[in-house]
């Protein structure tokens, strides 16, 4: 146990704002030194189990993604210490990937777009016929996905597989790997996607024992190599989420609670009160990031206290108008990557 404690490196010991101020670069956090160590010899295990030969070459990097062009994969420096993961919690409310089983199934994920950058698939004509141009415009933060509809497979929340064809293809490998054919051909039976699981299959037949096109390439965002902050690399992370609110979210904010009454609890002091709820209430049934809803209700707060909102006395009433509002909101956020009052 000593030996262990010892080991560590001497930034564990920092509050959040010491922390903050340290370079990515100079964290020296390590794969074979972290709880991602045996994930990756699991998820090999899957490769190996279902015939797959090729070893996507897993580093850390600033986020979850795999290089353009590289059978590689990208994996967030702050899965490689549970220190960094405190601080991921604190800046942005999850940890993507933070426990086994998420951490699987996007290294499945990620994989897909590996496989696809070794052997070049979706370079084939085929490849377009069943999933589309991977020349389709990119918008992962916009588009718009159909819920119920039974083209895609399901894997990620939020209907990732509709968001591009390269994603259409990850999500597709992702669960031809987690499953066997008799498993999968079985939860996707009568739906469409069942003809693109088909076809991965038959790819991963054809490359069964054939190397690869392509071996190696760069390590893009290498967590090693990156001089910022990891001050900077939040602010920057939370600049993606950040709105601004116009106007007129004013007028909703009076409908909702009304002219109050004199001497009436604060609205910004209630909606605190509920705030716990409400989020988890929402994250739950939108899908959407944990950070990105509780910027959200933390500006609608902030307002509510600007405006000198009060509550009126039904906040059983409140509680429902405040959640059905939220949700629109969210939902429109997730369709179009804007918060809007109608969705």
Known sequence: MEAAAAAEPPWVALNDEELLAMRICDLGARI???????????FHDELAARGVSLRPDCYLGDEWFSPDGVPAIAIPFYLAH???????????LEVEGGTPEWCLMLL????????????????REDWHTVFGSPETEYTPETYRPRPYSRSFVRHLPNWYAQAHPDEDFAETFAIWLAHTPEDWRERYRGWKALEKLE?????????????????????????RKLRKTLGHYYAARRKMYAEDFPDFYDADLRVIFGNGEP?????????????????????????????TVDMLVGKLI?????????????TSRLQFELAAYLAALVTNHLYTGRFKRSV
Request: charged share 30%.
């Open 263 to 291: 001497g009436a609890e604060p609205a910004a002091r209630l909606m605190r009160k509920y705030r716990a709820a409400l989020i988890a209430s929402i994250v739950q049934w939108t899908g959407q990031p944990r950070y």
């Open 108 to 123: 499945r994920h990620e994989c897909g777009h590996a496989i696809d950058h070794a052997y070049r698939f979706s370079a």
């Open 199 to 223: 076809y991965v299959h038959r790819l991963m037949e054809e490359s069964f024992g054939r190397p690869p096109a392509v071996t190696r390439g760069r390590r893009i965002s290498e967590a």
């Open 302 to 314: 902030r307002r509510c206290g600007e405006m000198r909102l009060t509550a009126p006395k039904d």
């Open 82 to 92: 549970p220190r960094l993961k405190t601080l991921e919690m604190h800046q942005m």
């Open 32 to 42: 074979d030194q972290s709880e991602l160590a045996p994930r990756i010899v699991q």
